[in-house]
């Protein structure tokens, strides 16, 4: 078992924000078809999202290795390497899926709507990062970063929908 993963399972204000906001739930890693990395590697769906979405592990290792994320309607990207980069994109822009763009401005938008149904929302954050024992960045280098790696390095982690051996398609652009 990861040890964050242990971190979120025994801290319920962590668990409940990585749910929602976050659309996180370590108790939905199936996903609804079967897939394969294009390059042969492991993937191991080990979360879920409300929607049918689910986020895999690729690859050998701990909580380094690669994460992936797919959605319920075929397509799909690299989000971070690692556990705890996964977790600061959660925590700090849960909105990520409506910054297909990832710019400031998509993000800022994104998170006037949130605030309005949670204007708690940072003390929630700083207090699940603080649970997990994980240091947050700012937005922006957030936002850097999964630009970095969904469009730089999402080139070596293609999912396929194995039965017809077709790829994903990206849900960020460069």
């Not at 929607?51 to 994460?67: K, Q």
């Not at 849960?94 to 949670?118: F, I, K, Q, V």
């Given at each position: ?26 108790g939905?890693?199936d996903?609804v ?5 294009a ?18 592990f ?29 977790l ?8 990520w ?8 401005e998509?993000?800022g ?7 309005e ?15 997990l ?13 999964l ?20 790829p ?7």
């Amino acid at each position: 078992m990861h040890a964050l993963i242990t971190a979120i399972a025994a801290h319920d204000e962590a668990a409940d924000f990585l749910a929602w906001p976050g659309d996180f739930d370590l108790g939905r890693g199936d996903h609804v078809e079967e897939v394969h990395l294009a390059s042969g590697a492991a993937l191991e769906g080990f979360a879920g999202d409300g929607a049918g979405g689910t986020y895999f592990f690729c690859g050998e290792g701990g909580e380094e290795h690669p994460v992936l994320y797919a959605d319920s309607e075929g397509g799909a990207a690299l989000l971070a390497i690692g556990l705890p980069e996964l977790l600061q994109l959660l925590l700090v822009v849960p909105w990520w899926r409506d910054c297909r763009a990832l710019t400031p401005e998509e993000s800022g938008e994104a998170a006037a709507d949130h605030l309005e149904d949670m204007p708690d929302l940072a003390a929630q954050r700083d207090r699940a990062a603080a649970a997990l024992g994980l240091e947050l960045p700012p937005e922006s280098a957030v936002l850097t970063r999964l630009r970095e790696v969904a469009i730089e390095k999402a080139k070596d982690f293609v999912l396929i929908y194995t039965p017809e051996n077709t790829p994903y398609e990206p849900l960020f652009k460069a």
